[in-house]
DNA sequence: CCGACAGCCCAACATT
DNA sequence: AATGTTGGGCTG
């Protein structure tokens, strides 16, 4: 720590081995932490490229320190160490397909905060003051915290996050530095170079790809799309007792494996593969040769599935082996997830768009087959999206029966992912509820799970997903019904009567997907509650979270800092309670109005 | 500058 | 007032 005048020391919380040096100068301390530096051969940080590292090194250099005598090594976008690996654990965990994939979502915000209490259920040290003002002790405390947070953040779960890096490395061919920092498409890119270069093949150059290969020939459902995509299936509303959700076991990595694509193989220059057709597009499949990316994906997908997958649940094997197979098998799944988005990501070297459309195409005749199928052995179809089908009431011998056909006819692989006691849908798609035989409750899509929606709303909506959790057979509904009815009328009063507990709870939290200023086509409400923020002289720019309320007067929103109680829109929020609800009261025969006591009559006055 | 994809829902905004 | 567009948050 750097001694300063006016700092007081403050009374140490600290354990007793932790040892606190004391620098009279900022130079000498510099070199100290460069001493170290130069001990380690892994040097962990979070934001270390952007800010820690790049700071040390400009302080340095205002002593006088010559680079030739620091430790970092100053890149554009990077900081690395002359000797040691610097993991900057900021974009290894900002990187989306880690965020989702490896770690289910747990984390929103990439911050340390936020993904220590995610990841290792520990925060950083709260302060009250500015750093500036902190005694010497609490200013350690501070840091120490933070140092050990990062550490765990790759100690825990038995070094699970550097086993994950040194995975993505083998895999990817890439050193650690570069594939914790970069994304999947990149170590896609690096892993399917590799594999080029290894059997001595030419790399084509994008261009040339898309030149010989052309873009897409399917129209996309989405204004601004290159192709078409998945289907999803209208589903039928209402609440469906015991239904099976079958998927397929990782579609798209399997399609590009069974149907041998890749940029070779796809409108291939034979005359007598042309017949070979993609259903649903005019494009055609080699017949002759095997594409490269058909072999490694298609080997990555039966590497997962047929070795480190089954070896990972193996009890007999010991604990730590099993954890290193549970490693491996989820860093392929990262990387299969993503393997077929990159054939369509203009980004990506080996962009080839008729690739990425024909395997969409694969998919919807997939599923549309299974529908098919499933139908002729007289199982109703509930819903489906991309790769599932929902359905209900199938015994036994129905299920077996569409598994094997599929595997048979289609050469695709598919399993019961899990069963509903009972699921409840809307008329939309993407949006629906089902309630697992041990009581969980899967919830997709609905308004009451987004992340943006007030706090207040949230609470009941979660109060009513507790209730449901508990019905067992459709004569509880009866019951359950009574219930929920109570809850939504009880969140309507408190809003109704003004009667909520703090106005944070009435805030919308919305991110800025970009700075203010860069909003030209249209103002959305997060926009101007966040200008009315800069006007009091708050920086803002893109990520940062915006929380406002809804009031009655001109813009409509104000950020919730900025409010008061009595200027609340009230009506506003019922409507939003509403259009929550509403899509899983309708399908249980329920009506919002009736509920918060309106009768027909008094709707049309 | 940043970089896997498409489809769906909702609310608010902008335009006709 | 009706219709299309934008932006965010979600599913897969």
């Not at 290894?92 to 993904?115: C, H, M, P, W």
């Not at 195409?361 to 089908?389: F, M």
């Not at 720019?541 to 929380?547: E, P």
Request: hydrophobic share 40%; proline share 4%.
């Amino acid at each position: 720590m750097l001694k300063r005048e006016e700092v007081r020391e403050g009374i140490s919380k600290l354990s007793p081995e932790v040892e606190i040096v004391y620098f009279d100068s900022e130079e000498k301390l510099i070199r100290e932490i460069f001493n170290i530096l130069w001990e380690y051969p892994f040097v962990i940080t979070f934001n270390g490229d952007d800010f820690d590292l790049r700071y040390l090194l400009h302080r340095a250099e205002r002593f006088g320190i010559r680079r030739e005598e620091t430790p970092i090594e100053l890149g554009r976008r990077v900081c690395t160490l002359k000797y040691g690996i610097h993991i900057d654990l900021y974009k290894f965990f900002f990187n989306r397909s880690i965020q989702v994939y490896a770690f289910g979502n747990k984390y929103r915000d990439v911050t340390l905060e936020e993904v220590s209490k995610a990841l290792i259920g520990k925060s950083k040290v709260s302060i009250e003051k500015p750093l500036t003002e902190l005694t010497y002790m609490e200013l350690a405390e501070y840091c120490l915290r933070d140092a050990e947070l990062t550490y765990e953040l790759t100690s825990f779960n038995n070094e699970l996050v550097m086993k994950l890096i040194l995975v993505l490395c083998r895999i990817s061919r890439m050193p650690m530095e570069d594939v914790s920092r970069q994304g999947v498409s990149r170590w896609i890119r690096s892993f399917l170079y590799y594999e080029h270069r290894r059997k001595n093949m030419l790399i084509p150059n994008t261009e040339d790809i898309l030149a010989i290969k052309g873009k897409t020939a399917t129209k996309a459902i989405i204004k601004g799309k290159k192709y078409k995509g998945a289907i999803v299936v209208e589903p039928v509303p209402g609440v469906h007792f015991n239904v099976a959700v079958l998927d397929f076991a990782s579609l798209y990595p399997s399609i590009i494996k069974v149907w041998n694509l890749g940029y070779q193989t796809v409108l291939c220059p034979h005359p007598e593969c042309k017949t070979n057709l993609i259903p649903d597009t005019p494009h055609w499949v080699c017949t002759k040769k095997r594409a490269l990316e058909s072999l490694l994906i298609g080997a990555l997908r039966d590497l997962r599935v047929k070795w480190y997958k089954p070896k990972s649940k193996d009890k007999s094997l010991p604990e730590d082996k099993r954890n290193w197979y549970e490693v491996i098998q989820a860093a392929i799944k990262v990387i299969l997830n993503a393997s077929y988005g990159v054939f369509g990501a203009e980004s990506f070297d080996l962009y080839c768009p008729p690739v990425a459309e024909a395997t969409a195409a694969i998919a919807r005749h997939s599923l549309t087959q299974v529908i098919k199928r499933a139908k002729e052995i007289g199982i109703e179809v509930l819903y489906g999206d991309t790769d599932s089908v929902f359905l209900k009431n199938p015994t036994k011998e129905q299920i077996e029966e569409l598994i094997e056909w599929s595997e048979k006819q289609l050469k695709m692989g598919l399993d019961v992912d899990k069963v509903y006691r009972y699921a409840v849908f809307s008329s939309r798609k993407k949006n629906y509820l089902g309630v697992m035989e041990d009581g969980r409750v899967d919830v997709k899509g609905l308004t009451g799970k987004k992340r943006h929606i007030p706090k207040i709303i949230k609470e009941a909506f979660d109060l009513m997903k507790e209730r449901l959790a508990q019905v067992k057979s459709s004569a509880d509904f009866e019951q359950a019904k009574k219930d929920i009815s109570q809850i939504v009328l009880d969140c309507y009063l408190k809003l109704k009567r003004r009667k909520w507990e703090k106005l944070e709870d009435l805030a919308f939290h919305v991110v800025l997907g970009e700075t203010p200023a860069n909003y030209v086509k249209t103002t959305p409400q997060h926009v101007k509650a966040a200008r009315l923020l800069e006007k009091r002289g708050v920086e803002l720019k893109a990520g940062d979270l915006i929380s406002f309320v809804k009031v009655v007067k001109e813009p409509h929103v104000k950020p919730v800092e900025l409010a008061t109680n009595n200027e609340i829109d009230v009506d506003k929020y019922i409507g939003y309670l509403q259009s929550t609800f509403e899509q899983v009261l309708d399908a249980l025969g329920l009506d919002f109005n009736e509920i918060i006591g309106l009768t027909k009559l008094e709707r049309f006055m």
